[in-house]
């Protein structure tokens, strides 16, 4: 290959993205993945003979359809399993609780809680596609400068006060609530059974770093509920061959394009020459030039470990060490010999193994998890999401075997007393009690386990404080103050570098918008 004309750090699905954008448009593109396997935390990975684990990421809905279509993803092996029904809730009285893709269905549920809560959904719902059609249309676009500096920066704003005069009353006020709300807030203004209020809460704190009283956690729920599979939105689903099946099908349509990728091998810094990047060096020692680079890692290891911090101004470098990155999320696997016995649904199988299914029984419940961590404790009592997406596709483990994913919140990076290789284990054996309580079956029935703390992810991903979303995605820190304020339009302080990942604008999850923006804004710059 010819000197590179970009080098992309890190083969994560966004740093794939802005890979084949940019070679469609004809640039010669190189990406250098430090682990075995592209994908960053959206992988597959055969952690035990016979079976095919999505570790980290586990669920598709918010990758742009523009995105699929553009790379073709279908062609090169995309395929998605949209989960029905969507959400069980056991609680411990007993009763549960379906969500499903038939809204008929799903109101027949509500209303075994409350008749006025099963009349208002519909209009819950049409709230939120209203105003995810806003926010969806401002995913594939640049933030405007903050502050802005000049008339064309003014013009972009008066576009973007454009888009929300077409609004009415309603909408403008649901905007302006989704964005410095509760989930809990948010919710108690539609519905008054703590049952649904407590399904639909988790969407709001999945990831997040509060509980669901905690301000702008609405956000975090309408942000998962943006998504769409086979064009109906709101659902997530299940990708065939795991989540390493998105990233092998972008970087697929990357190489069809003449991307070149390079996997197990580590960047150890970025070359700046006249305050300019100008390549990468590698850990082993080897120079690589090329005419621009883009960091698909997350702000802090971007600027705080790969550039030498005398090419940065002080001002911007205390801005990104300010920015709250670290996490609570944990990652367990399990490989299992059955399914799963619900106390409150006996039978398997059974259309409760084929959603997903919530350890929360309330509100409070999920509050208290969240003041343990916020004090830097594991939570005693943990939300939990499972999934066995086994139940779409078999071909993820050996014959009448399963895999179960519990992402798991609270769990926080650092903490007040011991450390995560010391409380890793017994943290696993008290979310293992606690499935007991739902689940009496779930000990018999684990053949192994991997079990991944923040601090774990952080290891194996590169994500700094093991924050799946590259740092909160909390008001202050969305949009135009994305990463750091003045630097939220995919270029940084350094000519020629960019940041492509989650760090940047629009944000967390598989979606690779942030790829797609930072390519076309390479573009520009050519």
């Given at each position: 290959?010819?000197?590179?004309?970009?080098?992309?750090?890190?083969?994560?699905?966004?740093?794939?993205?802005?890979?084949?954008?940019?070679?469609?448009?004809?640039?010669?593109?190189?990406?250098?993945?430090?682990?075995?396997?592209?994908?960053?935390?959206?992988?597959?990975?055969?952690?035990?003979?016979?079976?095919?684990?999505?570790?980290?990421?586990?669920?598709?809905?918010?990758?742009?359809?523009?995105?699929?279509?553009?790379?073709?993803?279908?062609?090169?092996?995309?395929?998605?399993?949209?989960?029905?029904?969507?959400?069980?809730?056991?609680?411990?009285?007993?009763?549960?609780?379906?969500?499903?893709?038939?809204?008929?269905?799903?109101?027949?549920?509500?209303?075994?809680?409350?008749?006025?809560?099963?009349?208002?959904?519909?209009?819950?719902?049409?709230?939120?596609?209203?105003?995810?059609?806003?926010?969806?249309?401002?995913?594939?676009?640049?933030?405007?400068?903050?502050?802005?500096?000049?008339?064309?920066?003014?013009l972009d704003y008066l576009k973007l006060a454009a888009r929300f005069a077409k609004l009415g009353r309603k909408e403008l006020t649901g905007l302006v609530?989704?964005?410095?709300?509760?989930?809990?807030?948010?919710?108690?203004?539609?519905?008054?059974?703590?049952?649904?209020?407590?399904?639909?809460?988790?969407?709001?704190?999945?990831?997040?770093?509060?509980?669901?009283?905690?301000?702008?956690?609405?956000?975090?729920?309408?942000?998962?509920?943006?998504?769409?599979?086979?064009?109906?939105?709101?659902?997530?689903?299940?990708?065939?061959?795991?989540?390493?099946?998105?990233?092998?099908?972008?970087?697929?349509?990357?190489?069809?394009?003449?991307?070149?990728?390079?996997?197990?091998?580590?960047?150890?810094?970025?070359?700046?020459?006249?305050?300019?990047?100008?390549?990468?060096?590698?850990?082993?020692?080897?120079?690589?030039?090329?005419?621009?680079?883009?960091?698909?890692?997350?702000?802090?290891?971007?600027?705080?470990?790969?550039?030498?911090?005398?090419?940065?101004?002080?001002?911007?470098?205390?801005?990104?060490?300010?920015?709250?990155?670290?996490?609570?999320?944990?990652?367990?696997?399990?490989?299992?010999?059955?399914?799963?016995?619900?106390?409150?649904?006996?039978?398997?199988?059974?259309?409760?193994?084929?959603?997903?299914?919530?350890?929360?029984?309330?509100?409070?419940?999920?509050?208290?998890?969240?003041?343990?961590?916020?004090?830097?404790?594991?939570?005693?009592?943990?939300?939990?999401?499972?999934?066995?997406?086994?139940?779409?596709?078999?071909?993820?483990?050996?014959?009448?075997?399963?895999?179960?994913?519990?992402?798991?919140?609270?769990?926080?990076?650092?903490?007040?007393?011991?450390?995560?290789?010391?409380?890793?284990?017994?943290?696993?054996?008290?979310?293992?009690?606690?499935?007991?309580?739902?689940?009496?079956?779930?000990?018999?029935?684990?053949?192994?386990?991997?079990?991944?703390?923040?601090?774990?992810?952080?290891?194996?991903?590169?994500?700094?404080?093991?924050?799946?979303?590259?740092?909160?995605?909390?008001?202050?820190?969305?949009?135009?103050?994305?990463?750091?304020?003045?630097?939220?339009?995919?270029?940084?302080?350094?000519?020629?570098?960019?940041?492509?990942?989650?760090?940047?604008?629009?944000?967390?999850?598989?979606?690779?918008?942030?790829?797609?923006?930072?390519?076309?804004?390479?573009?520009?710059?050519?």
């Amino acid at each position: 290959m010819k000197k590179p004309n970009v080098i992309i750090v890190g083969g994560g699905h966004n740093g794939l993205v802005a890979a084949a954008y940019l070679a469609r448009a004809g640039r010669r593109v190189l990406v250098l993945e430090r682990r075995e396997l592209v994908g960053g935390c959206a992988v597959t990975e055969e952690i035990w003979p016979g079976y095919r684990v999505s570790t980290a990421a586990y669920l598709t809905s918010l990758l742009q359809e523009r995105i699929v279509r553009d790379l073709d993803l279908v062609r090169y092996g995309y395929r998605v399993d949209a989960k029905d029904p969507a959400f069980f809730s056991p609680f411990p009285d007993g009763r549960y609780f379906f969500m499903w893709q038939d809204r008929a269905k799903t109101l027949a549920e509500i209303a075994k809680f409350s008749k006025r809560d099963a009349e208002a959904y519909g209009a819950y719902e049409d709230h939120l596609e209203r105003l995810s059609q806003v926010v969806e249309g401002m995913l594939l676009t640049t933030p405007p400068e903050f502050p802005p500096r000049g008339v064309g920066d003014f013009l972009d704003y008066l576009k973007l006060a454009a888009r929300f005069a077409k609004l009415g009353r309603k909408e403008l006020t649901g905007l302006v609530k989704i964005f410095t709300s509760s989930a809990s807030d948010f919710l108690d203004e539609w519905f008054e059974s703590p049952e649904v209020k407590v399904t639909l809460a988790t969407d709001g704190v999945i990831g997040a770093n509060g509980g669901p009283r905690s301000p702008g956690t609405a956000y975090i729920l309408l942000h998962h509920c943006m998504g769409s599979v086979g064009g109906k939105r709101g659902l997530w689903g299940f990708v065939r061959g795991g989540m390493g099946a998105v990233s092998e099908a972008i970087a697929s349509s990357a190489r069809a394009q003449g991307v070149q990728i390079r996997t197990g091998v580590e960047v150890e810094h970025i070359l700046v020459r006249g305050g300019r990047a100008c390549g990468v060096v590698l850990k082993d020692g080897e120079e690589i030039e090329a005419d621009t680079v883009a960091s698909n890692l997350d702000p802090h290891a971007t600027f705080l470990r790969l550039v030498d911090g005398a090419e940065l101004d002080p001002e911007f470098t205390g801005a990104i060490r300010r920015m709250r990155i670290e996490g609570t999320s944990l990652k367990m696997n399990l490989a299992l010999s059955g399914l799963p016995e619900f106390r409150a649904l006996p039978g398997a199988p059974g259309p409760q193994h084929g959603a997903t299914m919530h350890i929360c029984p309330s509100i409070e419940y999920v509050e208290r998890a969240w003041d343990d961590a916020k004090y830097g404790r594991p939570s005693e009592r943990p939300m939990l999401e499972m999934t066995i997406p086994t139940i779409y596709d078999p071909s993820l483990a050996p014959p009448g075997r399963h895999i179960m994913g519990i992402f798991l919140q609270y769990a926080p990076y650092t903490l007040r007393d011991g450390n995560w290789d010391a409380e890793r284990e017994p943290f696993a054996e008290r979310v293992f009690d606690l499935i007991e309580e739902y689940v009496p079956n779930i000990r018999s029935i684990v053949t192994d386990r991997q079990v991944l703390t923040p601090l774990d992810l952080e290891r194996r991903f590169g994500i700094t404080g093991g924050n799946i979303f590259h740092g909160e995605m909390s008001l202050d820190q969305m949009y135009v103050m994305r990463p750091v304020a003045g630097w939220a339009r995919y270029r940084t302080p350094i000519r020629g570098l960019y940041l492509c990942g989650s760090g940047a604008h629009p944000g967390g999850g598989v979606m690779g918008a942030p790829g797609y923006n930072a390519a076309r804004e390479m573009l520009k710059d050519r």
